[in-house]
């Protein structure tokens, strides 16, 4: 038998054999989309599916391959469609994946899903996708399913935050491609990171609203890095990456009784 937490290194007996005994499927949502000129277009994949796979080693889970494709990158916290090989998908049609995945999962015998988001911009779209999908379960005549959906970093405590910034943590918004997500993607595909590549054009300054088109003065760091990646290293990802697979292994735990 495939020793594997990824669901698609089984083969479907052996995924069979897993659901059989109420092991729960983790989900990424990612995206393909820049991370500034040191990190590549797949940071949103790597990420979710690094925090997934350890979280699933703790729970007794499997990862299902996650959504590569996510939800329009914005400005404000994406840097935004302009730039090349950023390839999204409308809100709409990122909602009917997630509901076409969890209505598959469930109608193969999957009743405990936790959609782990790795996007800023998916948050909303997977709310919907969730909803769909648990809509078209229940007419199916399959109510028991559950889902857990989250945002991976949001489980960080804080004193790690305080160790990490201690001259303030700027948000979640403007760590794009900056200090936090350096330092995981560090730690988990370091041959994909360009240290010497890290900008200093940063941080971004933009105004409380969003415009369209964007105005060349909208504040927008020109490499696409919303904050400061420099200090970034592999130890600092460790100490993110601990945080987040205790919490989140809790948090699942919790709530789907284990």
């Known amino acids: 038998m495939v020793d594997s937490v990824f669901l698609a290194e089984l083969s479907w007996r052996e995924f069979q054999e897993k659901i059989s005994a109420n092991a729960p499927v983790i989900l990424p949502l990612g ?10 277009l797949c940071v949103d994949v790597v990420l979710p599916t690094g925090v997934a796979a350890r979280v699933a ?6 990862v299902a391959p996650a959504i590569p494709y996510g939800y329009k990158s914005q400005p404000r916290s ?3 469609q302009g730039f ?5 998908l409308d809100a709409h049609t990122f909602a009917l994946v997630v509901r076409d995945v969890i209505r598959d999962l469930g109608a193969h015998g999957v009743r405990r899903i936790i959609v782990l988001n790795g996007h800023f911009e998916n948050s909303w779209p997977a709310v919907e996708g969730v909803d769909l999908g648990l809509r078209e379960l229940r007419r199916d005549g399959i109510a028991d399913m559950e889902v ?3 945002e991976y970093w949001d489980f960080v405590t804080r004193p790690t935050l305080d160790k990490l910034f201690p001259d303030g943590f700027p948000g979640t918004e403007l760590e794009h491609a900056s200090l936090l997500e350096t330092s995981l993607m560090l730690l988990l595909r370091p041959d994909l990171v360009a240290m010497d ?7 971004a300054k933009f105004p409380t609203y969003d415009m369209r088109p964007l105005p060349e003065n909208f504040g927008l760091p020109a490499s696409g890095v919303l904050a400061v990646a420099q200090g970034a290293s592999a130890e600092k990802g460790e100490w993110l990456m601990a945080d987040h697979v205790k919490l989140i292994s809790a948090a699942i735990r919790k ?3 284990l």
């Open 197 to 203: 590549k890290i900008p200093s054009d940063g941080p």
């Open 84 to 88: 090349p090989g950023t390839t999204s």
């Open 148 to 150: 857990l959906r989250l």
């Open 57 to 62: 080693s703790e729970v007794g889970g499997l």
């Open 78 to 80: 994406g840097g935004g």
């Open 31 to 40: 995206a393909t989309e820049q991370h500034g000129p040191h990190l590549p």
């Open 255 to 257: 709530e789907f009784r």
